[in-house]
């Protein structure tokens, strides 16, 4: 686990009554609480994300498990982040980057919590093809180039070509294939009816 600051150096600022900040580092695989003597009685505060305009702060705070009111756990803080990524792709930042949390520590003991985040653009839909289906049952796929790579529309474009090849007797499976342009901020995506 790795952190900006040493234990005694942070016990030692802490009974100075000053401010203490440190980035939390632990990787999925080590998810230990950090420096547990000094951190595992800290409530939390607050949890605020630093990312910027546009995103869609309201569905990414619904996502995270760690609470004002709670105590610091250095394991939720790894669940977060990677959830805030996920949740970040599933609606088209698919170069977002969540860094490791931030836990600033008051003097009085409560622990702050901010994630910094690197959104990036969201990505486009550059062309949609649909193969394997008749073209009359490709109308009821409704995106089109230009439109956002949205997981949960993807999704529902999926599931909308399937009923409706499953209505026409012809049931089939629909899959997805997305390719990715990074340095154009597109997507290609494929729906194939089998």
């Known amino acids: 686990m790795k952190s900006l600051l040493v234990l005694p150096v942070l016990v030692a600022a802490a009974a100075a009554g000053a401010w203490a900040t440190v980035r939390h580092q632990a990787s999925d695989a ?24 546009g995103l869609p702060l309201a569905t990414l705070r619904d996502c995270l498990s760690t609470q004002p009111g709670e105590q610091l756990d250095a394991g939720k803080l790894v669940q977060d982040r990677a959830e805030l990524e996920r949740e970040l792709e ?8 969540v860094e490791p949390a931030i836990v600033t520590f008051a003097p009085a003991g409560g622990a702050y919590i901010t994630f910094p985040i690197s959104a990036g653009p969201v990505f ?38 399937a009923d409706a090849l499953g209505r026409r007797g012809k049931p089939v499976t629909v899959t997805v294939e997305l390719t990715t342009d990074a340095a154009a901020g597109a997507v290609d995506l494929e729906l194939l009816a089998k």
Do not use: F, H, W
Request: proline share 3%; glycine share 8%; net charge positive.
């Open 90 to 97: 599933s609606k088209g930042y698919l170069s977002a980057r």
């Open 30 to 53: 080590d998810a230990r609480p950090m420096a547990a003597a000094a951190v595992a009685q800290r409530e939390i505060q607050s949890v605020s994300l630093d990312g910027g305009r």
């Open 124 to 161: 486009k839909l550059r062309s949609v093809t649909v193969t394997g289906a008749p073209v009359k049952d490709q109308s009821v796929v409704t995106l089109a180039a230009g439109d956002d790579a949205d997981a949960n529309r993807i999704e529902r474009a999926r599931a909308t070509l």
